[in-house]
């Protein structure tokens, strides 16, 4: 894996960050910040993979990747760090409980989908995920229980039922796509013809103040010939 994300890192750098120094010549390369996530919980992975790297100068450089073990998070880290796309994942810590002797139980199971559900829901309250997001979220939660309890039909019935009615059919996605899609359009088309109101306003304002120019040009004309025939008069 560390070889496969070293490969990655250098190929993303060479293509998106490389920058030459104007000067010199000399090329800089910057690696992405990437991580390693694990979806399952698998005791041996290590906090950090690494891979010694020896240059043709016999110069070392040690290349560091972090790992991220999703079931290492508890549902309230996941929600304080609002770690949503780690949701779908957590469904498979219930795969080495199925296989205990002290399996775990319906109410346990329902408890816990309750409190993903209300993470979601607060996610789409405060703006991080939208409403068709939410229902993919639940789409892909259901998916992984699916897999996970496959030969427990009881315990799958009990996610079905928790979370279906929360899934919008394709048909009604697709309706509320056009309708946002035609809300969009008529706020485009009024933003529009307010675009034209301005303009038609600011061309009137402009006429406006040429007359009131040519007017004032006018005014002053009229104020000089009035001094001059008053000069004139005393002159006289």
């Known amino acids: 894996m560390v070889i496969r994300m070293f490969a990655y890192d250098l190929h993303f750098a060479i293509t998106h960050t490389k920058t030459i120094e104007g000067d010199t010549g000399g090329i800089t390369l910057r690696f992405p910040r990437s991580v390693v996530i694990y979806p399952e919980g698998i005791k041996a992975v290590p906090d950090r993979l690494q891979c010694r790297i020896i240059f043709q100068d016999n110069s070392e450089h040690i290349y560091t990747i972090p790992t991220v073990k999703v079931q290492s998070y508890s549902l309230k880290e996941i929600r304080e760090k609002h770690l949503i796309l780690f949701l779908p994942y957590t469904m498979l810590r219930f795969r080495s409980r199925l296989r205990r002797k002290k399996k775990i139980t319906e109410k346990e199971l329902t408890g816990y989908l309750e409190e993903v559900i209300l993470i979601l829901e607060e996610e789409v309250s405060a703006g991080g995920l939208t409403e068709l997001q939410y229902h993919d979220y639940v789409r892909l939660i259901r998916h992984a229980a699916e897999r996970v309890f496959a030969k427990h039909r009881k315990m799958w019935m009990e996610v079905d039922k928790m979370t279906k009615p929360l899934i919008k059919l394709p048909s009604v ?37 040429a007359k009131q120019k040519e007017e004032l040009a006018k005014q002053k004309a009229e104020n000089q010939r009035l001094q001059e025939m008053l000069r004139l008069a005393g002159t006289n």
């Open 173 to 209: 996605e697709i309706r509320e796509l056009k309708e946002e899609l035609a809300e969009q359009k008529e706020e485009l088309a009024k933003q529009k013809a307010e675009n034209v109101k301005q303009k038609a306003e600011n061309a009137k304002q402009k006429a406006e103040n």
